[in-house]
């Protein structure tokens, strides 16, 4: 028979793989800080042709500013957290990322503002205040990074039926797992990155030096000056977006979009129950068969409008869950043996204000059913 | 972080560095994984398949049909003791056999007209007795002695420890052997007396031989009284079945013990005596095997027959051989034939325990008669429904564990099979080392409008903002001068 992973080895191997991202991000914050000054230097070459600056010019200044914030916020929270390590070097901060406390340097800084959604192109903060703590968006952005199986698992000691026991592990083990894969595609992304980021700036390094010698005179370069211009402008664009694309491994499996989504799927459901209600009241031919339906539709709706209402008020805990059980089978008894666990983790129960009533398999069942609903649309 | 430091295996080059973790190597990883997570998945599907029955309904109708048979056969030709024609068949064929065994032995078939019944089975049982000689064959107790003991020729062989056909009968035929004693289990009581007859003495010259000898008159003698004694008359009393002499095993050992017996041990002890006093012995619990043999036959017959036929119908002509037919056929070691067998033997034992239970009713005057119920009640039966039984139990505690298996591997094959979909999609994101390799070609050799479009491809596939990438000349020109290019 196939042996099966240990709950303890598939942890093990999760550390080792988080560790590993961390230092890859912490490398990419390096390169990526190179990057900037070339693209830097790019841009004020190209500024002195146009005779104007560049809106990227702003930008390029905005994401030095943008890691610098994140270092700063790292460094508050780090004097408010309790945790502290013997690590802690002068001008670093230690944060908890994963299962361990993690000195947060300028370049992993830097590196996660990278890795991370909000600082995309299109998302430029409109001031530096509003950008989210390294804390809350690793919470609400980043759900692998963060474990929040590891409360849970604590929590097995208090099952004491063996195989409940068996089950939970086995359900943390997977979630583990997943998780573990996610983190390996975000290494395989992130080495990628880093390659692509060196041979770029050195490309960039390169196309200084020769564009610098086309003078600050556009009309009087030549059309291959000016195709090369060009051409050194895309690859500038194409070398930000290494910087600035979030590294999809570190992505939440279940974002607030999607949440969003998939509220709209049920007000459309809702919708469509009205328009249904409304033709079946219409038929007059078939009268028996008209009220059957009429009924039919009057239940559908009410049931989905529920379920809107219930996934409005359990949005934060819904999405928790959402990110813990995506891709993640569960048979019945998975789910009961589940919601023993959550009901049992005051963490949980505290941050999400539940009561015992609140913690049940349809809860269970709902999030499943909106990580299906994503599935649905996405394939 | 730990103090472990992390290494991160780098090459470079010209064009910069390229780490191990690539996404290529990730997709490798990962599609070897997933590879072996197929077999093993499908050794798990083998297993299950191997351990779930496959009967329809035909062969349901078919097992319960056999057990209905030879649950009528149970019901009229084996019934009870004393009315049983199969016991007859039984009782002649351990005749013979004792003959047999006698002739092998050397007796040279003689009848002696001396005995009660001179005919030339008592004629061997005699030859046996005399061949086989042992001290613990008294067949009754004298006076006060069998009043107080109850020991009578009726039952002589079910009290008389040695006499029984088990291991404890061994040991204590080898101990009376030895040390020319007998022991009986009489009124839940452990009674040994001495041999006062004439003189016994076990053959041998040294110790491990006169335990061969011992040993072989146990075997002699059980085989010459199987079918009687040489003095009984009738069928005689035979030796007595193993499947209710084990009360005499347990108040022997409680006896050494000196732990008590209670009044159930006694009552029951007595109620098996009285059975075999009935008639019920060793050859009545063979005959009793007889429809259950039957039953066991016939189904695996069916199984066999029809999968004969399957195979002929399914198979072409030119892909059959002896070994495939056997295979699709062997009625052995499946589940679908122990399927069948649980169907046949419940059948089966439904007819019996209906009749036992309807005879003990009905000649009980009012109540329950338990010696008419026991009477016919099959027991090999019984015990091999409850080994078929026993049997599904353990197939589908097997099949739970193996399905939860299943599911674990199902649930680990769609994670893996998630990333390898993840990694696909990034290595179409970061399959762009042709263009960028052509734009640095195209610079090199100076075709630098080739190099541009190329830059486009490159700056679309990053995902730069269509309004942002440089798209052609005019873009290029808008970009530096405002559109008012002159050049």
Known sequence: MAEKKTLEVAKKELETTLAKTIQLIDYLGVASTSLYESLNSMQDIFDEIRGIPDDNRMQYQMLQKMRDAWKKQADDI???????????????????????????????????????????????????GSIPTLAAAIAIGAAPIVEPVSALVACIIILSVQSEIDCARGIFTRIYERNNKAYERAIAEISERISRIHSENNRLIHGIKIVKGFGNNYKEMTIDQKYELGTYMNLMLSSTQLVVNPISGLKPFY?????????????????????????????????????????NCLLEKVTTQKLKNYVIEKRTLLLYLCNLLYGIQLEERDKRVLCKCMAKNKDIVEKYQLTPNDINTYLINTSIGMISNKSKQTY | MDDKKLVFKFTESEKGYCFDYSIESSLEKATNELDELDLKLEE????????????????????????????????????????????????????????????????????????????????????????FPIPYDQVKADGAAAEILHLYPKNHHFKSLSHNPTILGLFY?????????????????????DYHGDSFELKGKNIPSKFFCAFVNWIGHLISDNSGSSQSKGRGMGIPSPLWTWMNDITVIKDKLKIERTEFEKNYNDFACELFENGYDTRFQVAQSIPVFINEMLVRLFYSVRRIFK???????????FIGLWKSCEPFKNATVKRMLTVAHGTFCLLDVGDAVGSGFATGGGYFN?????????????????????????????????????????????????????????????NDKEITRLIDDFMNSSAYEKAFFKSVELAEKRGVPEDRILKNKSDIDSYFVGGNDNG
């Open chain 1, 78 to 128: 780090a004097n408010d957290t309790k945790s502290g390590t013997n690590n802690s070097t002068p001008g670093m901060s230690n944060i908890e990322i994963g299962f361990s406390t993690v000195a947060v340097s300028p370049s992993l800084a830097a590196g996660l503002a990278t890795c991370f959604e909000t600082v995309s192109l299109g998302l430029l903060a409109p001031s530096l």
């Open chain 1, 255 to 295: 974002s607030n979009m999607d949440l969003d989504n998939y509220i709209l799927c049920l007000n459309e459901k809702i919708e469509r129950c009205d328009s249904a209600y409304l033709t079946s009241t219409d038929d007059k031919r078939n009268h028996a068969q008209a009220v059957s339906s009429k009924d």
């Open chain 2, 44 to 131: 798990t599907v083998l297993s299950i398949k191997r351990l779930t029955p496959e009967c329809d309904k035909l062969d349901y109708a078919l097992a319960i049909s056999s057990g209905a048979l030879c649950g009528v056969i149970d019901i009229f030709l084996v019934a009870k003791p004393g009315e049983s024609p199969l016991c007859d068949i039984t009782d002649k064929w351990f005749g013979n056999m004792t003959e047999r065994f006698a002739k092998l032995c050397g007796w040279d078939g003689t009848i002696n007209e001396k005995l009660s019944t001179p005919d030339s089975l008592h004629s061997a049982i005699e030859y046996l007795e005399k061949k």
């Open chain 2, 173 to 193: 035929s080898i101990l009376d052997q030895f040390t020319n004693t007998s022991h009986f289990v009489s009124g839940g009581n452990l009674i040994e007396m």
């Open chain 2, 311 to 321: 195979y002929y119908s399914v198979t072409p002509r030119e892909e059959r051989s």
């Open chain 2, 370 to 430: 338990v010696m008419e119920f026991a009477m016919r009640l099959n027991l090999p039966g019984l015990g091999r429904f409850g080994i078929s039984l026993m049997g599904e139990a353990n197939r589908g505690f097997i099949l739970n564990k193996i399905n939860k298996e299943k599911w674990s591997l199902e649930g680990e094959r769609e994670i893996v099979a998630s990333h390898i979909e993840g990694l696909k999609v990034l290595a179409d994101v970061y």
